[in-house]
């Protein structure tokens, strides 16, 4: 420790985090020269070469990976108390609170959390916006978005607490023709066949599940958001495969029917991420307990509660 610069421990976290020396120079406001030198020093420092070419850029080693976390907590708390950030008041606060979500996901966790934060926070701001997730541990990292909710399977290198669990079912109008035909709640193959669907073009999960039915020839309309389909659902005879804690909540509630379908990772879980770069922010660590409060489902609550015990 007597051998290091801290400045060098940042140069890590930002080469790890962009996973480039370039950018990582860029961010750092250095020559490139001057990243790589500095990366040199830390390297020797460490007895590891702790990052390896990669296309596009580099990679961290295995050492680099058991250091990442430790060195991003270290900052984080660092950051904390060198800026003063030692208490947070959401009732007087004016920040703004940026969010990844998709058009789903704003129609589900949206209306009920900008209802509480016009109670509790009235003065902050939210900004929501959809990230590519190959983006978005970057964006956690750097501060363009401050937490991310979804089912977000590719965003690895983050912190994270499951919210709710779900599944996907078909949503068709109560009274389509094919109704009286299905007896049962569950669609076996031969009768997904019977289906026109319609799909979302950003929604890369349904899509997957689709395409292993051999779906795609059913699908009759492509939209590019999830706005219009309650309306396209109640006024046609197509159905639509989505999450079912999503189709539930459209109103009204008897134009609508659930059909559950043995289909292939028909369940999953809605999380939130956030990066341990920030993790000792009062104001975030204020929103990640806001949200889990209103949005963890009780069973996941009650399995939480089994685990402590």
Not at 243 to 249: E, F, K, L, N, S
Request: hydrophobic fraction near 45%.
């Amino acid at each position: 420790m007597e051998s290091l610069d801290l400045n060098l421990l940042r140069l890590f976290d930002v080469v790890y985090t962009t996973r480039n020396i370039s950018r990582a120079a860029q961010q750092l406001g250095m020559s490139q020269p001057a990243t790589s030198q500095a990366l040199t020093r830390l390297r020797l420092a460490l007895g590891d070469h702790l990052f390896e070419r990669a296309h596009g850029g580099v990679r961290p080693t295995p050492r680099a990976e058991e250091l990442a976390r430790s060195i991003q907590a270290g900052l984080a708390l660092l950051d904390a108390a060198m800026t003063n950030e030692g208490s947070f008041d959401p009732s007087t606060s004016t920040a703004e609170l940026r969010l990844h979500l998709t058009d789903i996901g704003e129609a589900r966790f949206l209306p009920r959390l900008m209802r509480e934060m016009q109670r509790v926070a009235p003065a902050m701001q939210v900004q929501a916006k959809a990230w590519p997730q190959a983006d978005i541990p970057q964006a956690l990292d750097n501060g363009d978005i401050h937490l991310a909710i979804g089912f977000l399977p590719e965003v690895r290198d983050s912190l994270r607490t499951e919210l709710i669990e779900d599944r996907y079912v078909f949503l068709l109008r109560a009274d389509h023709p094919l109704a009286e035909q299905f007896k049962r709640r569950t669609l076996a193959p031969q009768q997904l066949q019977k289906l026109d669907l319609v799909a979302v073009r950003s929604h890369a999960q349904t899509l997957r599940i689709l395409h292993s039915l051999n779906l795609e020839r059913r699908i009759k309309l492509m939209t590019s958001t999830f706005l219009a389909l309650p309306a396209i659902v109640r006024d046609t005879d197509l159905a639509v495969l989505m999450p079912r804690v999503i189709a539930a909540g459209f109103e009204p509630a008897d134009r609508f029917q659930l059909w559950d379908a043995g289909v292939p990772s028909n369940r999953f879980t809605v999380a939130l991420h956030w990066s341990r770069r920030h993790e000792h922010s009062p104001m975030l660590r204020w929103a990640r307990e806001l949200l889990v409060s209103l949005f963890r489902s009780p069973a996941e609550v009650a399995t939480r509660r089994l685990a402590r015990k």
